[in-house]
């Protein structure tokens, strides 16, 4: 007994002298025995003490052992109660009747001690491997409900982040299909202030949460930059830098990213890493494929990363045809992938364009069939039209931006309190970010405005002289001086006004800076010192080299500066 724990033994017999025999036997292998001298009786027995074994005499009167071990079967239900038949029955098709009734073993009379011991070991073996897989059963479940109910919730918050945006456009169609709870695949659009709109879709390395996790801030970053009006670069920057922060090493997304102008009837588009998208040409019938030309979003930092585009202009009826590489990589049941050729294919024997979605669609599940998909599925459409047929944001964007220009002037003046506290060049550039069309200049702009800015200040207001930074000793004086006469100065301004105005394809921006200084010869000055050598002497030359046209005005105290650019909305 150093091997096997006391067991609860059911010795169910209509025989007496069989019955005690093998109790007596049980017991010298020190388990506790419950009797019962026929099947009802056994049943009875088994539903009040809920023995380990059950050793049942096939020919019972009331009810025979056949019908009792199928009500004891009943009665355990998942848990394992071995029940072994006794019996003087030798015939196969007796044998087969106890196993068919839920007898798992037979002991044939007389009864063989060793052999008894040997069986009420194996079993005891068998139940104890058996509660241990419903006991990991049980937790499975539980863990299982867990996930489901954390997955639950997390979809909603992921569904929340990663809306449809305007998707529901009328000139937008698309299909997503999932593998897991989360889509490895996420597609995301929305409407810029100008009224064009801008879609991203992304395939995310792997499934499920892996990839949802990624896609969260893709989606949150997208969403927030492009309803305050930023480029599509700037957008693509950002996002590539949190993924390429957050991600793990070899968790990336490809993504083809487009800003579709509805009023220009422009496309503007990158592709870093999924399939050739097709661009097609509804006049002449015919695609025109957009390779990936660039690596899939969030390997790079930002510094290696090329945000450079593809442009296109298109007819009203255009349309454009992304995907990620579940399509051409569905496979059929011989293992077959689906490829470009056959969805060139498709295209070709298309005669209806409004019909390609569905083709699209249809031909990839007839191929693949009833066999398992390997890869998440997705297809975007988007249809170029008027923008008042794609939705009313558009249209009422296009009649604002389309029709009229915006204009604009502020101006403000920097006093002597404030020139040694107050630096006025980030209040300034946060102006300017505010237009839309300008953040991609952000840097010439901030360089334009803390040199003309400077330049007011130190030569107009402090009245420091240039010619000290011709050398290092002399560059240490400049800024002790400096400091000095900050210090002290008590009277003096700089005045800043500034004026935006944009037309049909950029805008100009006047910068106009007027100082309390005595000005300057600038008849006589240099239109070029950026060639020079020293410490001074090229911020001026920088700023006519970065604006259309620099004009001083007055004794020199005041220069006026024209920055104009084209946009590419």
């Known amino acids: 007994m150093n091997d096997v724990r006391r067991l609860k033994i059911l010795v169910a017999d209509d025989t007496d002298t069989d019955r005690l025999i093998l109790e007596s036997i049980v017991r010298k292998e020190g388990h506790h025995v419950v009797s019962a001298c026929n099947g009802l009786e056994a049943i009875q027995v088994y539903s009040a003490e809920k023995p380990d074994i059950v050793l049942l005499d096939a020919l019972m009167p009331e009810l025979d052992g056949f019908g009792a071990a199928r009500k004891i079967k009943e009665l355990a239900g998942d848990e394992l109660v071995p029940i072994i038949f006794l019996t003087s029955l030798s015939d196969t098709e007796s044998l087969v009747q106890c ?26 073996r068998m139940r104890e491997m058996h509660s241990t897989m419903l006991t990991q059963r049980n937790q499975i479940v539980q863990y299982n409900n867990r996930l489901l109910q954390e997955q639950t919730v997390a979809k909603h918050v992921f569904d929340n982040v990663a809306h449809s945006g305007c998707l529901n456009a009328s000139n937008v169609r698309y299909f997503l299909s999932s593998l897991a709870v989360f889509n490895g695949d996420v597609l995301v659009a929305a409407m810029r202030p100008n009224g064009s709109m801008m879609v991203l879709l992304g395939d995310f390395t792997g499934h499920g949460l892996p990839a949802a996790i990624g896609a969260m801030p893709l989606a949150s970053t997208f969403y927030g930059m492009v309803s ?58 015919n695609i025109t494929p957009v390779k990936s030309t660039h690596l899939p979003l969030g390997v790079l930092s930002n510094r290696a990363f090329k945000d450079n585009c593809e442009y296109f202009e298109l007819q009203k009826e255009d349309r454009i045809f992304v995907w990620s590489d579940g399509i051409h990589e569905a496979r059929n049941a011989d293992g077959d992938m689906f490829g470009e050729e056959r969805l060139k294919a498709v295209f070709s024997r298309n005669s209806n364009p409004e019909l ?44 604002k931006f389309g029709n009229s220009e915006i204009e604009w002037t502020m101006g403000f003046e920097v006093k002597p309190t404030s ?84 037309n049909e394809n950029g805008g100009l921006l006047k910068v106009r800076i007027e100082d309390s200084g005595d000005g300057f010869d600038h008849q006589q000055r240099s239109t070029d010192n950026l060639t020079s050598f020293g410490y001074s002497g090229r911020g001026i030359a920088l700023v006519e080299k970065l604006c259309g046209t620099v004009t001083y005005l007055g004794c020199g105290n005041i220069v006026e500066v024209a920055f104009s650019w084209v946009s590419d909305d």
């Open 419 to 502: 020139f040694k506290v107050f630096d006025p060049l980030p209040m300034l550039l946060n102006v300017l970010m505010e237009v839309p069309s300008l953040r991609a200049f952000s840097s010439t702009l901030y360089t334009i405005l803390a040199e003309l800015y400077t330049n007011a200040l130190e030569h107009g207001v402090l009245k420091l002289d240039s010619e000290l930074k011709k050398t290092p000793d002399g560059f240490s004086d400049y800024y002790e001086l400096r400091e000095q006469r900050i210090n002290q100065v008590t009277e003096g301004f700089v005045r800043i006004n500034i004026s935006h105005k944009t």
């Open 228 to 285: 305050k009006g930023f480029s599509m670069t700037d957008i693509l920057r950002e996002i590539n830098g949190k993924l390429k922060n957050i991600l793990p090493v070899g968790i990336f997304c490809c993504a083809t990213m487009m800003d579709i102008n509805f009023r220009k009837k422009r496309l503007k588009i990158w592709n870093g890493g999924l399939p050739d998208c097709f661009v097609y040409h509804h006049q002449e019938g």
């Open 99 to 124: 196993l068919d009734a839920g007898g798992d073993d037979f002991l044939s009379k007389p009864y063989n001690r060793i052999i008894l011991q040997a069986k009420i070991k194996s079993f005891n």
């Open 356 to 399: 390609l979605f569905n083709d699209i669609i249809e031909s990839v599940q007839q191929f693949v069939g009833s066999g398992e998909k390997d890869d998440d599925l997705s297809l975007l459409e988007i249809r170029m039209d008027e923008p008042a047929r794609v939705n009313s944001f558009a249209k009422e964007a296009s009649d």
